[in-house]
């Protein structure tokens, strides 16, 4: 080994230590933790080694709700928040007066802290003595029906829970989308409109496949991003999530290490590591999707 290699090396020591510290061994207790079946942390005991954990994880009533919450968050707020992201975006992208103050305003909710917006969604649709709440004033105007929508039925608040993760995560995909409209060469443009070709068929055969890698890049992070909420249903639902039926997958983990059941982390590391596996399994399935769907260039 070169002395350069090994000054090189001697660089990277730091951020390899880092990484095995917080990183690889973590993940490998928590494997470990995952066989243990049925491991209390308070009594140090438990029943064996096994696929225990696994199985009493799959037939939790509380992680099931927690997987069915997660996996309807994930398919609604994903396609949504896209969709409405590359809307905005085509439209800031023709919109030539004010074109940076509008981005600025769509940007700021990703800056602002998500309890901070949790609360005030909390407020816009809870119901107090005093008050309906904004948005059932907003009901009532329009000649509908009050809803709770904080502590009322599951279609309410799972209806506040996709609305709030499609606002929080919406600036990010907009920036994004109006960065790889701006990069797209504007000589295929020119040329098709010297061909007559209508702006629906120069959006679809054009713009979409040149931005297909930085949509394809969103949906994928997307995915990732909604299986992990967790912080988002605390700040409007409080932190009992099972008595609210709000819960996620994060959030049972969570629970399972610190919460009213706290103390097992055998359990915690199995609902994780099923997780890890969904999440993987997706990512794969939408790699597989992109090389027929993501334009690669010429």
Not at 35 to 64: H, I, W
Not at 120 to 138: A, C, E, H, Q, W
Not at 225 to 240: H, L, Q, R
Request: glycine share 8%; net charge positive.
């Amino acid at each position: 080994m070169g002395r350069s290699n090994k000054k090189a090396w001697l660089y990277l020591l730091p951020a390899i230590l880092f990484l095995a510290l917080f990183m690889i061994y973590p993940l490998f207790d928590v494997i470990i933790y995952s066989f243990e079946e049925g491991y209390n942390s308070a009594s140090q005991t438990s029943f064996g080694t096994g696929l225990y954990n696994f199985r009493y994880v799959l037939r939790d009533p509380y992680f099931l709700q927690a997987l069915g919450n997660t996996f309807l968050l994930v398919l609604i707020t994903v396609p949504v928040s896209t969709c409405l992201a590359l809307l905005i975006s085509v439209g800031l992208n023709s919109i030539k007066p004010l074109k940076e103050l509008y981005q600025t305003v769509y940007f700021l909710p990703y800056v602002t802290n998500t309890l901070a917006v949790g609360l005030v969604f909390m407020i816009l649709f809870k119901r107090t003595p005093y008050s309906d709440g904004m948005v059932n004033l907003l009901l009532q105007w329009f000649g509908g029906s009050s809803v709770d929508f904080i502590d009322g039925p599951y279609w309410a608040k799972m209806t506040v829970m996709c609305l709030y993760t499609v606002w929080v995560v919406l600036p990010f995909k907009i920036l994004i989308l109006t960065s790889a409209l701006a990069s797209v060469n504007p000589d295929y443009y020119k040329a098709a409109r010297v061909d007559g070709t209508s702006s629906w068929r120069i959006f679809r055969k054009i713009t979409l496949p040149m931005i297909s890698p930085m949509i394809f890049y969103l949906v994928v992070t997307g995915f990732i991003g909604a299986f992990k909420a967790y912080s988002d249903e605390v700040a409007i639902f409080g932190t009992n999530l099972n008595a609210a039926g709000m819960n996620t997958i994060v959030g049972y983990v969570y629970d399972m290490l610190y919460g009213d059941s706290g103390g097992y982390p055998s359990y915690a590391s199995a609902a994780a590591l099923i997780l890890f596996a969904i999440v993987l399994t997706i990512t794969c399935i939408n790699l597989l999707a992109s090389r027929k769907t993501v334009y690669r260039g010429a």
